[in-house]
């Protein structure tokens, strides 16, 4: 108890106030105002601290594609490939000049790339780390007719400053157009930061059991009023929606169209949280505007031209996987980038005219896709 409250108190008994102050009774109560007040302390530092960091994480998701640059081929040493054509890029990282993602804080982060290109010469497509270490590779050597796909993708551990590229190596070629056939993504799934132990300071502690009734009641609605609208603004960021669904054609067997393009209706849902996927009409509808991540896989004989071509809102064509017919066998395309969508826009999947696709129970060609984060 402060000095000076205790001596007006004391005061106040032996002047024999007409309302007796009981000195046990008020000592009691400042005890118990005290460890509310550590108590609520311990919570708001707590919950200012969770707060700050989720505020603080930036927002990192880019999807670029090399557009409509045709076939790059390279016969004398590798070459750093250049996608132009952006499809999303929050936060700035990746840089559409220089072809290079840039991380921007220390964390894990999810990459992913697709090639294409005919089949008459190898294909490749390599993922660098600051210039000179590997991390993944597509690649396909010569296979005759037609066009080949490949792609890959993995959670990478990138510290702060880290540039990703993708390169072609020597003796290989890729092909775009403006249907983002040969893509590029990636982003944040989560920051690694490591937070110093905060010390005890018993000097401010001292002090602070000091304080006065009247100062620490006062405190207290202050801290209450904070700790109520920090725990408020956590609970709205934790009430997010949790989307996430993936799909396939299922048993349907062989889809061919040869009088115009046809949507394709993946009815055998092995996941869809928060119901924001219509096995009946095929179209996915964003419940909230943000960042989604969206992968699609076709599989069909080679005897055909095979195709599975992602729409946005019914007529924008957003992505491609795409193959010429090659002979005997089976080819498999698939693609994927993380797509900035408004609330109620609508993704489906259309085979276009004069190709096809194929499924059966075991899930070859599939459409899928969750939410990374609001915005």
Known sequence: MAPVLLLVLLGLVRLGSAQPVDLKKLQAALQDLQVERREMSLRL??????????????????????????????????????????????????????????????????????????????????????????????????????????????????EEGDKLKMVLWTNTQIWDNSNHHSTFSGFLLFPLVDEPPKEFDAEAEMKT???SLMQLQAENRGIQERLNSTESELKTMRD???????????????????????????????????????????????????????????NAPSNFPMSAVLYKNNNQIELIAHEQPGGEGSDTASNGAALMLEEGDKLKMVLWTNTQIWDNSNHHSTFSGFLLFPL
């Open 240 to 298: 997010v929606p949790k989307v996430a669904f993936a799909v396939s054609l299922g048993g349907n067997g062989l889809v061919k169209t040869t009088s115009g393009s046809k949507t394709l209706i993946y009815k055998d849902a092995m996941t869809n949280i928060g119901q924001a996927y219509n096995s009946e009409t095929g179209e996915f509808t964003a419940p909230i505007r943000g960042v989604y991540y969206i992968r699609f896989t076709a």
């Open 45 to 158: 530092d707590l919950a200012e601290r969770e707060l700050k960091r989720v505020k603080e994480t930036p927002k990192v998701a880019f999807a670029a594609s090399l557009g409509g640059n045709g076939l790059v081929k390279t016969t004398s040493g590798n070459k750093n490939l250049v996608y132009a054509d952006l499809l999303t890029n929050v936060g700035g990282a990746y840089n559409a000049n220089t072809g290079e993602f840039t991380a921007p804080i220390r964390g894990v982060y999810y990459i992913r790339f697709t090639a294409n290109a005919p089949s008459n010469f190898p294909m490749s497509a390599v993922l660098y780390k600051n210039n000179n270490q590997i991390e993944l590779i597509a690649h396909e050597q010569p296979g005759g007719e037609g066009s080949d796909t490949a792609s890959n993708g993995a959670a990478l551990m990138l």
């Open 209 to 211: 059991l000091e304080v």
